[in-house]
DNA sequence: TATATCGGTATACTTTAGGTAAGTAGTAAC
DNA sequence: GTTACTACTTACCTAAAGTATACCGATATA
């Protein structure tokens, strides 16, 4: 006999997958090792681009530039040159960055509560 | 003159690291194309083999299956061989697999507006 | 006998992500 | 005139991620 294939009713199934739609959007603009740290650290305040370099761990130059300016694209970051010498530029959430409020938290709190877990099963 | 570099409060930079490290925890779990649409799929219930393959758009089988096994090993999906001819597979969210619920749930609202904004701007 | 299903695996390949190292402009301090 | 600072850019390279396609055993169906 073959294992009767239990359908999932047409309407739960359209349901999820147009959520499935939905976080694939949202991935494709934080997709990679970087993009959600950067914006996590931007939403302690504005930055300067060393200081960010220091902030996020293992960043170099290279990716923290190509990085903020996908980000900048995406109108989540806000980039000010200012007229010191050197130079100084500062980036910060946009109003629309700022709406991704809810997912860093839910990934930080997580990402604390896996840290815990897992160090409690090496000991 | 130099720019005068503002120094971040030692308290407030430490907070900031610490919160980027677990981002980054988290992150290494959830990296990819693929895991959390997969885990988003699982929220709606247990799921077969061939039945994910239809709903997560564009995944091989090949892939389906690593990250299944990814998941897997980090304790975050559960797999149930059933003796049917042919066998079928059923895979769902552990408990700890559920502790994801608020990061899924938070990528697929942002997904959403995220869409609706997008589809705005382009008319 | 031929074909289909389920849950994959094997192999080969292409693409993308990310790292390394060096260099850049403009200014200012030593 | 050499060095230092800020905020990058460029060229190059490797490793990882992802794709395409063919195939597997066991069984059931046409």
Redesign the pocket.
Known sequence: ???T?KLVHPKVFSECSKQLLAINDALDIL?????IQIIGSLTFGKK????M?REVR????????????ELEINELVL?T??NT???????ELTDYGKTLDKVIEGLRDWGVKHRKRIIKKQS
């Open positions: 006999m073959a294992a294939s997709r990679g090792k970087w993009k300067r681009f060393t200081e370099q293992g960043i170099t130059a290279r990716m923290l530039s190509k990085e903020l300016k980039r040159v200012h010498t050197p130079v100084t530029v500062e980036y």
